[in-house]
């Protein structure tokens, strides 16, 4: 039987705009809200999932990313 591997997402700097940074806690890189400090998972790593959780967590301040404004 073949064995899956998790992948590791890496934080890009553009995680920012979705209020996110990278912190290192015991040597293991985890990524974390600016606004709430909620510490997420690696599968929530994706900007879909960063965008969701700053429109239903944070909506005051989702409306000041140019990335969510309709061009």
């Keep these: 039987m073949a ?3 998790a992948k590791k ?3 890009i700097d553009g995680y920012i705009n979705y209020g996110f940074t ?5 040597g293991i890189e985890k990524h974390q ?5 909620k510490v997420v998972g690696n599968d929530s790593m994706r ?3 960063l965008k969701h959780h700053l429109m239903t ?3 005051q301040y989702a409306e000041r990313h140019q ?3 309709a061009p």
């Design 22 to 26: 990278s912190i290192l806690a015991d």
């Design 67 to 69: 990335f969510l404004q």
């Design 57 to 59: 967590i944070h909506p």
């Design 47 to 49: 900007p879909s999932k």
């Design 33 to 37: 809200c600016v606004l709430c400090f």
């Design 3 to 5: 064995t899956s591997v």
């Design 9 to 11: 997402r890496k934080y």
